[in-house]
């Protein structure tokens, strides 16, 4: 257990890359270059999430420690490190899901579109970032109230029917479900398969019109097809807002991410374009991680 030592230096080579990745250019899915079934293009990406600074403990323990990263639209960050390293913490700290945690309290700043999100109502916060978790979890409604809930819950419910089932047909088309489920909308979420389900939380999400995605560890109890469904929308998704995941699967963080950050102990290690992180990584730490000698 270690102690918060506000005097504490980080080992973070963040700035380095993040001002490399200042001047970033997306590639498309890692796989679907590979495959040839997609060329490499480049898109913009903008700022929309900062943190500085940022400290998070649980009572006394430390989960991360003074991390300064930012999130983009127009790209995938995966975040990743070994079990226990602060990853779900962070992402948890972004739309404040963490300070629902007993004992949990903050050091430094984080930003929405400039503004600090301690100045939000909680509520409009975790409309503008939503969360899609590891365990799919519809609610035990049909699949159309899976996400006519969404939008009722995020203050988004739109006064005539009609605009409310061309709302839920968008959210299901965004998260790729749609021509899956179009013949039953009323069909019970829960006889979905897995990965359905998992993509109906992400319609659900969708629905309220989120500028950042979270997604905690989303393929780990999914098959691998429904994996690669995942991976797929994530990257579609990314055109038009940023996303967020964690994984602790080197793999899917070479095929989905854009940027990767690698935490350890609690610490942001290195950060940078995934091809730099994940292939030349600076760090002694990151490098013997890439390389499996720990997990
Ligand atoms: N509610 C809590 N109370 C106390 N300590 C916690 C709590 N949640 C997490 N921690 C501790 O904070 C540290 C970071 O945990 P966190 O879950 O963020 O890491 P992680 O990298 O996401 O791990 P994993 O990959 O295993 O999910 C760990 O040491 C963990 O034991």
């Given at each position: 257990m270690?102690?918060?030592?506000?005097?504490?230096?980080?080992?973070?080579?963040?700035?380095?890359s993040?001002?490399r990745?200042?001047?970033?250019?997306?590639?498309?899915?890692?796989?679907?270059?590979a495959?040839?079934?997609?060329?490499?293009t480049?898109?913009?990406?903008v700022?929309?999430?900062?943190?500085?600074?940022l400290?998070i403990a649980?009572?006394?323990k430390?989960?991360v420690?003074?991390?300064?990263?930012?999130?983009?639209?127009?790209?995938?960050?995966?975040?990743i490190g070994p079990?226990?390293?602060?990853?779900?913490?962070?992402?948890?700290?972004?739309?404040?899901?963490?300070?629902?945690t007993?004992?949990?309290?903050?050091?430094?700043?984080?930003?929405?579109?400039?503004?600090?999100?301690?100045?939000?109502?909680p509520t409009?916060?975790?409309?503008r970032?939503?969360m899609?978790?590891?365990?799919?979890?519809?609610?035990?409604?049909?699949?159309f109230?899976n996400?006519?809930y969404?939008?009722?819950?995020?203050g988004r419910?739109?006064?005539?029917?009609?605009?409310?089932?061309?709302?839920?047909?968008?959210?299901?088309?965004?998260?790729?479900?749609?021509?899956?489920?179009?013949d039953?909308?009323?069909?019970?979420?829960l006889?979905?398969?897995?990965g359905?389900?998992?993509?109906?939380?992400?319609?659900?999400?969708?629905?309220?019109?989120?500028?950042v995605?979270?997604?905690?560890?989303?393929?780990?109890?999914l098959?691998?097809?429904?994996?690669?469904?995942?991976?797929?929308?994530?990257?579609?998704?990314a055109?038009?807002i940023?996303?967020?995941?964690?994984?602790h699967?080197?793999q899917?963080?070479?095929?989905?991410?854009?940027?990767?950050?690698f935490m350890?102990?609690?610490?942001l290690?290195?950060?940078?374009?995934?091809?730099e992180?994940?292939?030349?990584?600076?760090?002694?730490?990151?490098?013997d991680?890439?390389?499996?000698?720990?997990?």
């Open positions: 270690r102690a918060i030592d506000p005097d504490a230096v980080p080992t973070v080579l963040v700035g380095e993040e001002q990745q200042a001047l970033s250019v997306r590639p498309t899915l890692a796989s679907q270059v495959r040839g079934e997609a060329q490499e480049v898109r913009e990406t700022e929309r999430m900062r943190t500085v600074e400290t649980y009572g006394d430390v989960a420690n003074r991390v300064s990263l930012t999130v983009r639209s127009g790209e995938v960050l995966a975040l079990s226990g390293c602060g990853k779900t913490t962070l992402l948890r700290s972004l739309n404040r899901l963490v300070e629902l007993p004992g949990a309290n903050r050091w430094g700043t984080i930003t929405l579109d400039g503004a600090d999100i301690y100045e939000l109502e409009e916060l975790r409309r970032v939503t899609v978790f590891q365990q799919p979890n519809p609610f035990p409604f049909s699949i109230e996400v006519a969404g939008l009722v819950e995020g419910r739109p006064k005539r029917g009609s605009e409310l089932e061309q709302q839920v047909v968008t959210a299901l088309k965004r998260a790729g479900l749609y021509e899956e489920v179009a039953d909308l009323g069909h019970p979420a006889r979905l398969s897995g359905q389900q998992q993509r109906l939380c992400i319609a659900r999400a969708l629905a309220v019109e989120p500028e995605l979270l997604l905690d560890e989303p393929c780990s109890a098959d691998p097809i429904s994996t690669e469904k995942i991976e797929q929308l994530m990257h579609e998704l055109r038009e940023a996303v967020v995941v964690v994984t699967n080197l899917q963080a070479w095929r989905v991410a854009d940027r990767v950050a350890y102990l609690g610490d290690v290195e950060c940078g374009p995934a091809r992180v994940l292939e030349n990584p600076q760090a002694p730490r990151t490098r991680y890439v390389r499996g000698l720990f997990g």
